[in-house]
């Protein structure tokens, strides 16, 4: 079974900063994506970051502001968040498009880690 488990969210201060983690285990073939997503109360869900073979994309909102990296090694996905507003308040999801084998993919999603800024 794989799992994605995350860490590092909290509460910080307007312009303050966090770095989120999240680690897949299990077995597995390969991970051809990871990214964060989040989702603010009465909102939808949304994209925050995405890194996929090299190449990272980012939400206007964040950009400037939230670095995505992965250590392809340890499978594991980071979110480097500085200058945080109070409008990045939301539960961040980590999502990652495993393949199963060389022929097959699958999504799977981490737990959510609770994110608050405020003062």
């Known amino acids: 079974q794989v799992q994605l488990v995350e860490s590092g969210g909290g509460l910080v201060q307007p312009g303050g900063s966090l770095r989120l983690s999240c680690a897949a285990s299990?077995?597995?073939?390969?991970?051809?994506?990871m990214g964060w997503y989040r989702q603010a109360p009465g909102k939808q869900r949304e994209l925050v970051a995405i890194?996929?073979?090299?190449?990272?994309n980012y939400a206007d909102s964040v950009k400037g502001r939230f670095t995505i990296s992965r250590d392809n090694a340890k499978n594991t996905v980071y979110l480097q968040m500085n200058s945080l507003k109070p409008e990045d308040t939301a539960i961040y999801y980590c999502?990652?498009?495993?393949?199963?084998?060389?022929?097959?993919?699958?999504?799977?999603w981490g737990q959510g880690t609770q994110v608050t800024v405020s003062s």
């Open positions: 299990g077995r597995f073939y390969s991970i051809d994506a």
């Open positions: 890194s996929t073979a090299g190449i990272t």
């Open positions: 999502n990652a498009q495993i393949r199963a084998t060389a022929w097959s993919t699958f999504d799977r």
